[in-house]
C-alpha cells in the first residue's frame, strides 16, 4: 500500500534516536505563479528574492512583536524536542521544534541582531540561500501548527505562530504550498474550501434531507421531516460548519445529527450559501487579511438573515477562527442576540441536560468509543466558556448517547493531545509519508486501547481529523468506518419522533 | 508543465495527473489512466466516472461520495451500493481516483 516504512504498532510511544534528514524528500507542491498572483503575493521567486525575503520578515517582525519575542527567549532547553509527533515519527531532528525554528532564527541572527551580523557563524547565524530557503519549504510545512511543543515550553512559545509568519514571508516571495493556497483561494472567490457553488450546496443539503428521512423509514419511523433549511431569513441559528461535511464521510454523518437535534428541539436554524464554510486556511498560512476576508462572510451572513446566533458545527481551525479571532478581525457579533459564536457541542448537551433530547444509548451498543481531542479546539479555545470544558464537554455527550467509552493514554489526551498528523495545512497526498507517520504516536494510543478494551469508534470533532484518521487508518491495518464524529454517535442515539416538553 | 499523451496529442495535467482542462477529456483517457494504475475497467468503474462527468456539468464539483454510492445502489443493489465498493472499484478512493480518470479536477479541502 505505501512506497515508506509504515510504523508499526505496538502500544508504545517511543522517543527515537536522532536521525537527520529523514524526511526532508517530503515536500507540498508548489502552488503556480497565476495563483499567487490572484491572491495578491509575488507570482514567483526571481532573481531579487532575498530582498523580497528580508523585507517581508522585518515586516512581519515589526508588525508582530510576539514572533520576535519568541525568536529572542528561546534558550534551547530542549522542553519541546521530543514533543512533536513528526519528530516522534521520522527522528528528523528538523521536527525538533526547537531546531524547526532555528530555520527562522538563525536567519533572525544573522540580518536583525547586532551579534549575528558581526559575528556570523559563531552567533549561529545563518546566511540566506536556495538550500535554506528550500529547507524553510520543506520543514515549515511539516509543521501542523498544533502546538503540543507549547504547552512544555518554559516560556510558552508558540511554535505555530513562528510557522504561520515563515509561510507568510515565504508566500511573499511567491514560494507557498499549491494545497493552502488553492484552497484559501476558493473560499475567498466561492466561499468554501471545496468551491461548491450554491447549487451544488442546495442540492447536496437536500440529499441528506432524503438521507435521513430514509435512514428513519428503515426503522419504521415515518413523517418526521427533518429539513436543512437554507438562507432562511429571520431564524434563530446559523450554522456554520465545514464543508467537508457536505461531501465527505464520515463528515456528512454530523451533519445529520446536527439537523436532528435542531429539529429534535424545535430550534429555527439555517444553512447559509454565502457562508458556507467554517474552516479558515487564512490561519494556516498566517495572512491574517485574508483571514479577516473569509471570516467576514460570517459576519454578513448573520446580519443578513438577522439570525440570533451563530452556532459553528464540528472543525477544530473554524472553531478557534470563530472563537479567538473573529472578534479582532472583524469586530464583535454585537448585533446579535448572543455576541459570541457558540459551538455544536455546547449546544447539544445544554439540550442534553433540559431533558429536550431523548437519547436511545443502545443504539451505539456495537461501539466501544474512544474521544481524540483536536489540538485547536484543546489548545486554543474553551466550548462552554470555562477552562477545560472543551475536554469535558464532548465526552458528557459520548456518555450520553453511548454505553461503552474508554479514554486513552491521559498523558495524550486534554491539552497534551497529539495532532491527527493533517492539521495545519498538512492534509494533502502528496506528503501522504509525513501524514501517516505524523499520526502515529496517536495510533499506537489507540491500538493499545483497542488490545485492551476493544475500542472500536474513534470519536471526532474535527474534519481535518476526520479526513486525516480516515485515510491513515487502513494503512495500520484499521477499518476507516471506525472514524466518525460526535454528532454521529448522537445521530445513531437521538430519538426522533414524539416530543417531550422541554 | 507535465503532459499526458493520448492518441498523438499532448493534454496538460497537474502534478499528479489530473487534466487541467476538464472539457478536452475524451472517454479513451480513463481506460489508459487505469491502466498505468493497473486497474481493468469494467461496468461499474464506467457508472462511476458517467456520473461523475454528468454531475459536474451542472454542479462543477464532484458528488459526496453518499451521492454515488446511492447511484450505485439503484442499479446493483445494497451490496454494490456502499463505501466499501467504492473503495474496491477505486482503491486510491473514489472522489480521488475516479475524478481523475473522469478528468476532473481532484477535490480538495478538509477531505
Redesign the interface.
Known amino acids: 500500500m505505501a512506497d515508506f516504512e509504515v510504523p508499526e504498532l505496538t502500544g508504545e510511544i517511543i522517543i527515537p534516536k536522532v536521525s537527520p534528514g529523514a524526511s526532508r524528500h517530503i515536500q507540498q507542491?508548489k502552488a503556480k505563479p497565476e495563483l499567487m498572483e490572484e491572491l495578491k503575493f509575488s507570482a514567483e521567486k526571481g532573481s531579487d528574492w532575498k530582498e523580497k525575503f528580508l523585507l517581508a520578515m522585518e515586516d512581519i517582525l515589526k508588525k508582530y512583536k510576539s514572533v520576535r519575542v519568541f525568536l529572542d527567549i528561546c534558550v534551547r532547553c530542549g522542553s519541546c524536542a521530543d514533543k512533536c509527533h513528526y519528530f516522534i515519527a521520522t527522528g528528523d531532528p528538523r521536527n525538533m521544534p526547537v531546531y524547526r525554528q532555528e530555520l527562522m532564527r538563525s536567519v533572525y541572527r544573522k540580518y536583525f541582531t547586532p551579534a549575528g551580523k558581526l559575528i556570523g557563524g559563531l552567533a549561529s547565524a545563518k546566511e540566506l540561500d536556495d538550500d535554506l530557503l528550500d529547507e524553510w519549504f520543506t520543514y515549515f510545512y511539516q509543521c501542523s501548527e498544533c502546538r503540543r511543543c507549547s504547552v512544555f515550553c518554559p516560556y510558552g512559545i508558540d511554535t505555530a505562530e513562528i510557522t504561520m509568519a515563515a509561510r507568510e514571508i515565504m508566500a511573499r516571495i511567491g514560494v507557498a504550498s499549491?494545497?493552502n493556497y488553492?484552497?484559501v483561494n476558493?473560499a475567498m472567490t466561492l466561499g468554501?474550501?471545496?468551491?461548491?457553488?450554491p447549487?451544488?450546496l442546495e442540492?447536496?443539503w437536500e440529499?441528506v434531507e432524503e438521507?435521513i428521512e430514509e435512514k428513519l423509514e428503515e426503522v419504521g419511523i415515518t413523517g418526521v421531516g427533518v429539513k436543512l433549511p437554507v438562507d432562511v431569513e429571520g431564524a434563530d441559528v446559523l450554522l456554520v460548519t465545514?464543508?467537508?461535511d457536505?461531501?465527505?464521510?464520515p463528515?456528512?454523518y454530523s451533519l445529520e445529527g446536527y439537523a436532528k437535534v435542531f429539529h429534535q428541539a424545535g430550534i429555527s436554524w439555517t444553512l447559509s450559501t454565502h457562508a458556507s464554510e467554517g474552516?479558515n486556511f487564512g490561519m494556516f498560512i498566517g495572512n491574517y487579511d485574508h483571514m479577516r476576508t473569509i471570516n467576514k462572510r460570517i459576519w454578513d451572513a448573520a446580519r443578513d438573515l438577522k439570525v440570533k446566533k451563530v452556532v459553528a458545527g464540528e472543525?477544530g481551525h473554524a472553531w478557534r477562527a470563530m472563537y479567538s479571532f473573529s472578534n479582532t478581525l472583524n469586530g464583535p457579533f454585537d448585533f446579535l442576540k448572543e455576541k459570541s459564536p457558540q459551538h455544536i457541542c455546547e449546544l447539544t448537551l445544554d439540550l442534553i441536560k433540559k431533558g429536550a433530547l431523548k437519547l436511545d444509548k443502545s443504539a451505539n451498543d456495537e461501539f466501544t468509543v474512544t474521544f481524540h481531542d483536536s489540538c485547536n479546539v484543546a489548545r486554543a479555545t474553551t466550548i462552554g466558556g470555562t477552562p477545560g470544558d472543551q475536554f469535558t464537554i464532548p465526552r458528557e455527550i459520548i456518555n450520553a448517547c453511548c454505553n461503552k467509552y474508554v479514554e486513552m493514554d491521559p498523558e495524550t489526551c486534554g491539552e497534551k493531545t497529539f495532532c491527527c498528523g493533517g492539521g495545519g495545512g498538512v492534509?494533502?497526498?502528496?506528503v501522504i509519508e509525513i501524514r501517516v507517520k505524523g499520526a502515529m504516536p496517536r495510533m499506537q494510543m489507540y491500538s493499545k486501547i483497542k488490545e485492551s478494551h476493544g475500542a472500536n469508534f474513534f470519536a471526532l470533532i474535527c474534519?481535518?481529523c476526520?479526513?486525516q484518521f480516515t485515510k491513515v487508518f487502513p494503512y495500520y491495518g484499521y477499518e476507516m468506518?471506525e472514524v466518525g464524529g460526535v454528532h454521529q454517535l448522537i445521530s445513531n442515539a437521538l430519538v426522533m419522533g414524539a416530543k417531550e416538553e422541554v | 508543465m507535465a503532459t499526458m499523451e493520448f492518441e498523438g496529442q499532448d493534454y496538460e495535467v497537474d502534478?499528479?495527473g489530473y487534466l487541467m482542462d476538464w472539457s478536452v477529456w475524451k472517454e479513451g483517457m480513463a481506460g489508459v489512466m487505469a491502466k498505468q494504475d493497473g486497474l481493468e475497467l469494467g461496468e461499474e468503474h464506467w457508472d462511476v466516472i458517467k456520473f461523475l462527468r454528468e454531475y459536474f456539468e451542472?454542479?462543477?464539483?464532484a458528488?459526496?461520495?453518499?451521492?454515488l454510492t446511492k447511484e450505485l445502489k439503484k442499479k446493483y443493489g445494497k451490496e454494490k451500493g456502499s463505501?466499501?465498493y467504492l473503495y474496491e472499484l477505486y482503491p486510491g478512493g473514489p472522489?480521488?481516483q475516479a475524478c481523475r480518470y473522469a478528468g476532473l479536477p481532484k477535490?480538495?479541502?478538509?477531505?
Open positions: 507542491f499549491k494545497y488553492e484552497i476558493k468554501n474550501n471545496l468551491g461548491m457553488i447549487v451544488a442540492s447536496t440529499f438521507e465545514p464543508s467537508a457536505f461531501f465527505a464521510e463528515h456528512i474552516g472543525c492534509l494533502t497526498d502528496e474534519a481535518i476526520k479526513a468506518a | 502534478e499528479e451542472k454542479y462543477q464539483i458528488p459526496m461520495i453518499k451521492i463505501t466499501k472522489a480521488k477535490p480538495t479541502g478538509c477531505v
